[in-house]
């Protein structure tokens, strides 16, 4: 393992976030090497014996991967501070500190990862894994949509469809991996798209560049890992065939977990 600051390793190996670990630090509940840490940037390596409250950290060596099917209405966060409902409300506890690999905004739905091993989130989210998705948008794709997603395009003002408090403005849209436009009706057009990257609401920036609102937007896949028949607010763990995926993913991509 390479070395990496205290507070992201006992994030890692433990269930404790990335701020409880520095909190643990600050009061002298930590120690490496059996001295007490007194410098909050310091970094450790596997070799090294870290302590909390006394008792050893171990290296974690297994994960867990479950998928949701998370709701419209949802909020892909641990706390919100306006008491909305978040998908940690409806999981089981014990998914409390489970981290979201990518985000679904409030009004998306659709097919969400989440996993306890915080380098896996990180690696899954920068990948270029593709993602499927289903949309329908008010107005119509014309070619000079099609010519977008075809060939992507750097944007660079990219706020419509963006949340209000975004401080992302331009963005670089990779062409998109393949879409499938089902049809049009009542000023709406449903379709399908396969995208290899997960940029913050890429998909409403990306429409919402040609005054195309994103009325609905449902993720079915992500990988191999697809939605399938799970219903809304329901989640599974993964199958055997998609750990043997991710792990070979983790292996030849050489993540350590």
């Not at 050893?56 to 991967?65: A, G, Q, R, S």
């Not at 409300?89 to 009004?107: E, H, T, V, Y």
Request: charged fraction near 30%; hydrophobic fraction near 35%; charge should be positive.
């Amino acid at each position: 393992m390479q070395k990496m600051r205290l507070n992201k390793f006992i994030s890692h190996n433990t269930n404790y976030s990335r701020r409880e670990a520095d909190e643990l630090i600050k009061n002298g509940k930590v120690t490496l090497n059996n001295r007490v840490v007194s410098d909050m940037g310091v970094s450790v390596s596997e070799d090294d014996k870290v302590k909390i409250n006394g008792r050893f950290v171990k290296l974690k060596k297994d994960f867990t991967m479950i998928v949701y099917n998370k709701q419209k209405g949802e909020l892909v966060t641990k706390k919100d501070d306006r008491g909305r409902k978040t998908i940690y409300d409806n999981l089981p506890r014990g998914f409390s500190k489970f981290i979201s690999i990518g985000r679904l905004d409030f009004a998306s739905e659709g097919l969400l990862l989440l996993t306890d091993a915080p380098a896996i989130a990180t690696a899954l989210m920068q990948s270029d894994i593709e993602r499927e998705y289903y949309l329908k948008v008010k107005g119509e794709i014309t070619e000079e949509v099609k010519s977008a997603m075809r060939e992507g395009f750097f944007a660079a003002d990219a706020s419509k469809g963006a949340h209000a408090k975004s401080k992302i403005k331009s963005m670089n849209f990779k062409p998109f991996v393949a879409f499938d436009i089902f049809g049009s009706s009542g000023g709406y057009t449903k379709f399908r798209v396969i995208i290899n990257e997960g940029q913050n609401r890429e998909l409403r920036r990306f429409f919402g560049y040609f005054d195309l609102e994103v009325v609905e937007l449902k993720r079915v896949a992500f990988g191999r890992v697809e939605l399938g028949m799970l219903k809304e607010g329901k989640w599974r763990y993964f199958s055997t065939s998609e750990y043997e995926d991710l792990r070979d993913f983790l292996q030849s991509n050489k993540i350590r977990y």
